[in-house]
Nanobody, 114 residues
Framework: QVQLVESGGGLVQPGGSLRLSCTAS????????MNWYRQAPGKERELVAT?????STNYADSVKGRFAISRAKTWVYLQMNSLKPEDTAVYYC??????????WGQGTLVTVSS
């Protein structure tokens, strides 16, 4: 079975940076889009960034100019700069795998606090 595992979360000061990583493993024949979502305490899950197999990207308005998504083979990354307290959330990677399978990681916690 296909699995996604996130890493790179932690505690960071406002204005700081973190890079999240996610790797896919298992019986993978293809990966279409890869995505980062986040869910803050008491809030709904939010799509943060998307990258297609062709490399095109899209970002939530709240993170444009601060976050960058990238991918390489079975890896997807989220570079987060100029972090704000409102970025505090559990971040999840997500991928469309083998044409039809929508796979989720378990999440990594990012806390932005002074």
């Amino acid at each position: 079975q296909v699995q996604l595992v996130e890493s790179g979360g932690g505690l960071v000061q406002p204005g700081g940076s973190l890079r999240l990583s996610c790797t896919a493993s298992g019986s993978i024949f293809s990966i279409n889009a890869m995505n980062w979502y986040r869910q803050a305490p008491g809030k709904e899950r939010e799509l943060v960034a998307t990258i297609t197999s062709g490399g095109s990207t899209n970002y939530a308005d709240s993170v444009k100019g601060r976050f960058a998504i990238s991918r390489a083979k079975t890896w997807v990354y989220l570079q987060m700069n100029s972090l704000k307290p409102e970025d505090t959330a559990v971040y999840y990677c997500n991928a469309r795998v083998n044409r039809y399978s929508d796979v989720w990681g378990q999440g990594t916690l990012v806390t932005v606090s002074s």
